[in-house]
């Protein structure tokens, strides 16, 4: 199983990754229609983009946007979770040695100890998000079933991962387990909303542009995210 | 495929329908007709094929379902935080339900969904500005309206509104005739104190071409007269077309997307044959957006640019005091706390932000600006935008959405409201009509003739006339 997991698998789901997220964004861009969207892309195009990285900036920047300084709590969260699940599986020692050794690349690791307190604000900002789902009406009357599955599907790879790294029950098992839901994660990645791990910065680029161009960007006005 | 004789899928095609419309008071007869009006199910999977494109899709798959999108709207505040008013609840709840069904939705999902895009959002597009991954609601639900008018689920007046572009290329029955009438008489009145005030129609090469709401010629004339006075003190070199002098578009909160297109193409039209040097038009938000910001797309314009450079009304005012065209009397200056109305329209979805506060630093000392909170392209809506306004069976809904703006106005402690937008003023009109809060409001036009110099060269020469004839 490990094998399979560690070899055709695992190219698979990288395949599935990278091949699927480069068609999202392709589909993106090709299916946008200056008519439809009325924004012209074309004939602005250099200005629209300006104005696609102010808004993505504004809210890749904790508390650089009106949004993320009104839900202080929030945004700490929304942070935390999204720095350790793309930090972690790309820097933490156990992966970036396997990376080494299975696929060519080897990127810096950050110390284990940093990669322990991701973990640890990770789980925390996790519960956060899944009290506050639960608790606050205006989140929980959105909720679906493809909520708590992607919720899921994202949290699932960091409880097996430590179950697997602190070596609590059977060890083979639930490091099988955790590089099978860290594929899974990647496959399911762009088939559902976690395709905003590339749409996010087409969408939020595109009201950038919308802004840029259209809603008053080119009478040389910058709209305060 | 029960399609009623009033309310029915078509849009108006022509004069004589509109006036049986009209005439259904109410709307009795349409909306007891709408009960029966069937859904062209696959007429709606093939509009959503050919419309509904990745930016759309996008913004409904992507939705974190995070809920961050629910303080910005006013509608979810002033409804004691309800639910179901957060905006990503709304717009799944009935745009995400139709794609999800692919068009598979009956007659009673039509017209929840009916309700939802005009009495529970405006269009103001602030949750956009809000959302994390930049989902705008309010142009979604401008996209569902056009799916509702497709299938002849609007409010009975937005029915009408649409149809009197068709009719009259104007939200009014205001004939081309009625309109230069109108210009003319309104000169004649006005040249007793500026008697060589005129209101030049179809003057080809002019500087200034001038457009506004069509409700100014037929209810509000004196605003078409003040327009003129300023026009005039201010040396301009003006015209107004006889045709394509409308620049409203009640097709635009309709979601007519045909009658948006043939009312624009008439301005458009206007410009090209007078070839002026650029566009002023009226005190009124949506009047700029149709034309001005959306208008180019409809009319199929490349460059999303209407044909010559457009101003708001508030943008020309800024230039005419800060160039001293127009010079202000100091002794008639306001002397009292005022506070200003962000229209969503031109100031949210245009960026035009300093040009009210710079004509009103003429006006009054700055230290009577009372700000509302919050302000801006971050301001409320007024309460009633998007023909929230107009739309008669949730007229108890848009009193109580005028409760936001209320206590923004009460919050600031002025008793006078700047509000350059014909929708927005009216929203205040009626708030203040309905909550009785003891506050006036006003266009930038009468405050500004109220306290304009007038240049001598303008005066009446009434002395010298005697001496002479003497």
């Given at each position: 199983m490990y094998d399979f997991l560690t070899g055709p698998m695992?190219?698979?789901?990288?395949?599935?990754?990278?091949?699927?997220?480069?068609?999202?964004?392709?589909?993106?861009?090709?299916?946008?229609?200056?008519?439809?969207?009325?924004?012209?892309?074309?004939?602005?195009?250099?200005?629209?983009?300006?104005?696609?990285?102010?808004?993505?900036?504004?809210?890749?920047?904790?508390?650089?946007?009106?949004?993320?300084?009104?839900?202080?709590?929030?945004?700490?969260?929304?942070?935390?979770?999204?720095?350790?699940?793309?930090?972690?599986?790309?820097?933490?020692?156990?992966?970036?040695?396997?990376?080494?050794?299975?696929?060519?690349?080897?990127?810096?690791?950050?110390?284990?100890?940093?990669?322990?307190f991701l973990i640890l604000m990770f789980f925390i900002s996790a519960g956060f998000l899944i009290l506050r789902r639960i608790a606050l009406p205006e989140v929980r009357i959105l909720t679906n079933w493809q909520d708590v599955m992607v919720l899921a599907i994202t949290i699932a790879p960091f409880i097996t991962g430590v179950l697997a790294s602190t070596h609590t029950g059977d060890y083979q098992f639930w490091l099988n387990m955790h590089i099978f839901c860290g594929e899974v994660m990647l496959i399911a990645i762009p088939f559902t909303k976690l395709s905003h791990f590339v749409l996010f910065f087409m969408s939020r680029g595109q009201l950038g542009m919308d802004f840029g161009i259209k809603r008053g960007g080119l009478k040389g006005t910058k709209f305060a995210w | 495929m029960p399609q009623g004789t009033l309310c029915r899928a078509l849009p108006v095609q022509n004069e004589e329908e509109l006036k049986e419309l009209l005439a259904d008071t109410g709307g009795k007869k349409y909306y007891a007709e709408m009960q029966e009006l069937d859904v062209d199910a696959d007429k709606l999977a093939a509009t959503l094929q050919k419309t509904l494109k990745s930016r759309l899709r996008t913004w409904l798959n992507i939705c974190a379902k995070c809920g961050m999108c629910a303080e910005s709207c006013f509608l979810y505040r002033i409804h004691n935080r309800d639910p179901k008013q957060v905006p990503a609840y709304k717009i799944q709840s009935t745009l995400g339900e139709i794609v999800r069904r692919n068009g598979k939705v009956d007659n009673k999902f039509m017209q929840h969904c009916m309700y939802t895009a005009w009495a529970k959002c405006t269009c103001c597009n602030r949750c956009g500005t809000y959302c994390p991954h930049g989902i705008d609601m309010g142009v979604m639900f401008s996209y569902l309206r056009g799916l509702l008018f497709s299938q002849g689920?609007?409010?009975?007046?937005?029915?009408?509104?649409?149809?009197?572009?068709?009719?009259?290329?104007?939200?009014?029955?205001?004939?081309?005739?009625?309109?230069?009438?109108?210009?003319?008489?309104?000169?004649?009145?006005?040249?007793?104190?500026?008697?060589?005030?005129?209101?030049?129609?179809?003057?080809?090469?002019?500087?200034?071409?001038?457009?506004?709401?069509?409700?100014?010629?037929?209810?509000?004339?004196?605003?078409?007269?003040?327009?003129?006075?300023?026009?005039?003190?201010?040396?301009?070199?003006?015209?107004?077309?006889?045709?394509?002098?409308?620049?409203?578009?009640?097709?635009?909160?309709?979601?007519?997307?045909?009658?948006?297109?043939?009312?624009?193409?008439?301005?458009?039209?206007?410009?090209?044959?007078?070839?002026?040097?650029?566009?002023?038009?009226?005190?009124?938000?949506?009047?700029h957006r149709a034309?001005?910001?959306?208008?180019?797309?409809?009319?199929?314009?490349?460059?999303?640019?209407?044909?010559?450079?457009?101003?708001?009304?508030?943008?020309?005012?800024?230039?005419?005091?800060?160039?001293?065209?127009?010079?202000?009397?100091?002794?008639?200056?306001?002397k009292e706390p005022y506070t200003i109305q962000d229209s969503c329209n031109y100031v949210r979805n245009h960026g035009i932000k300093k040009a009210v506060r710079e004509v009103m630093s003429y006006l009054a000392d700055p230290s009577y600006y009372r700000p509302m909170e919050p302000e801006l392209e971050h301001n409320y809506c007024c309460g009633g935008g998007g023909g929230f306004n107009g739309i008669g069976l949730y007229r108890n809904e848009r009193n109580f959405a005028l409760m936001t703006k209320r206590d923004q106005i009460l919050a600031t402690g002025a008793k006078l409201v700047i509000a350059p937008c014909h929708n927005c003023w009216d929203a205040i009109r009626d708030l203040e009509e309905h909550f009785a809060i003891g506050i006036r409001w006003s266009f930038l036009k009468p405050l500004v003739v109220h306290s304009a110099i007038i240049p001598e060269h303008l005066k009446p020469q009434e002395e010298e006339e005697m001496e002479e004839e003497a």
């Amino acid at each position: 199983m490990y094998d399979f997991l560690t070899g055709p698998m695992l190219y698979l789901s990288l395949a599935i990754f990278i091949g699927g997220c480069i068609w999202r964004v392709v589909w993106y861009i090709r299916g946008l229609d200056q008519k439809l969207d009325r924004v012209a892309y074309k004939a602005h195009l250099e200005h629209g983009l300006k104005h696609a990285a102010r808004s993505v900036l504004a809210f890749i920047i904790p508390f650089a946007s009106h949004t993320w300084r009104a839900k202080p709590a929030m945004t700490i969260a929304t942070f935390l979770f999204h720095f350790a699940i793309v930090g972690i599986p790309l820097f933490a020692p156990a992966h970036t040695t396997l990376m080494d050794q299975w696929l060519w690349i080897a990127p810096l690791s950050l110390p284990q100890s940093v990669v322990d307190f991701l973990i640890l604000m990770f789980f925390i900002s996790a519960g956060f998000l899944i009290l506050r789902r639960i608790a606050l009406p205006e989140v929980r009357i959105l909720t679906n079933w493809q909520d708590v599955m992607v919720l899921a599907i994202t949290i699932a790879p960091f409880i097996t991962g430590v179950l697997a790294s602190t070596h609590t029950g059977d060890y083979q098992f639930w490091l099988n387990m955790h590089i099978f839901c860290g594929e899974v994660m990647l496959i399911a990645i762009p088939f559902t909303k976690l395709s905003h791990f590339v749409l996010f910065f087409m969408s939020r680029g595109q009201l950038g542009m919308d802004f840029g161009i259209k809603r008053g960007g080119l009478k040389g006005t910058k709209f305060a995210w | 495929m029960p399609q009623g004789t009033l309310c029915r899928a078509l849009p108006v095609q022509n004069e004589e329908e509109l006036k049986e419309l009209l005439a259904d008071t109410g709307g009795k007869k349409y909306y007891a007709e709408m009960q029966e009006l069937d859904v062209d199910a696959d007429k709606l999977a093939a509009t959503l094929q050919k419309t509904l494109k990745s930016r759309l899709r996008t913004w409904l798959n992507i939705c974190a379902k995070c809920g961050m999108c629910a303080e910005s709207c006013f509608l979810y505040r002033i409804h004691n935080r309800d639910p179901k008013q957060v905006p990503a609840y709304k717009i799944q709840s009935t745009l995400g339900e139709i794609v999800r069904r692919n068009g598979k939705v009956d007659n009673k999902f039509m017209q929840h969904c009916m309700y939802t895009a005009w009495a529970k959002c405006t269009c103001c597009n602030r949750c956009g500005t809000y959302c994390p991954h930049g989902i705008d609601m309010g142009v979604m639900f401008s996209y569902l309206r056009g799916l509702l008018f497709s299938q002849g689920f609007v409010p009975w007046e937005l029915k009408i509104g649409s149809g009197m572009h068709r009719v009259y290329r104007a939200q009014m029955n205001v004939t081309e005739e009625d309109w230069v009438e109108t210009c003319e008489w309104m000169a004649e009145e006005q040249q007793e104190e500026y008697p060589l005030l005129e209101i030049p129609v179809d003057k080809v090469g002019a500087d200034i071409m001038y457009t506004c709401n069509a409700r100014e010629p037929k209810h509000y004339p004196e605003d078409i007269a003040e327009m003129a006075i300023l026009f005039h003190i201010a040396g301009e070199d003006w015209t107004v077309p006889s045709k394509g002098w409308e620049q409203t578009s009640l097709s635009m909160f309709a979601g007519d997307w045909e009658a948006c297109t043939m009312q624009v193409k008439e301005v458009y039209d206007a410009m090209e044959r007078l070839k002026p040097k650029r566009m002023v038009g009226t005190e009124c938000g949506h009047a700029h957006r149709a034309t001005v910001i959306e208008g180019p797309y409809w009319a199929g314009r490349e460059d999303g640019l209407p044909p010559v450079p457009c101003q708001h009304y508030v943008e020309w005012l800024a230039e005419a005091l800060r160039l001293g065209k127009i010079k202000i009397d100091p002794a008639k200056r306001i002397k009292e706390p005022y506070t200003i109305q962000d229209s969503c329209n031109y100031v949210r979805n245009h960026g035009i932000k300093k040009a009210v506060r710079e004509v009103m630093s003429y006006l009054a000392d700055p230290s009577y600006y009372r700000p509302m909170e919050p302000e801006l392209e971050h301001n409320y809506c007024c309460g009633g935008g998007g023909g929230f306004n107009g739309i008669g069976l949730y007229r108890n809904e848009r009193n109580f959405a005028l409760m936001t703006k209320r206590d923004q106005i009460l919050a600031t402690g002025a008793k006078l409201v700047i509000a350059p937008c014909h929708n927005c003023w009216d929203a205040i009109r009626d708030l203040e009509e309905h909550f009785a809060i003891g506050i006036r409001w006003s266009f930038l036009k009468p405050l500004v003739v109220h306290s304009a110099i007038i240049p001598e060269h303008l005066k009446p020469q009434e002395e010298e006339e005697m001496e002479e004839e003497a």
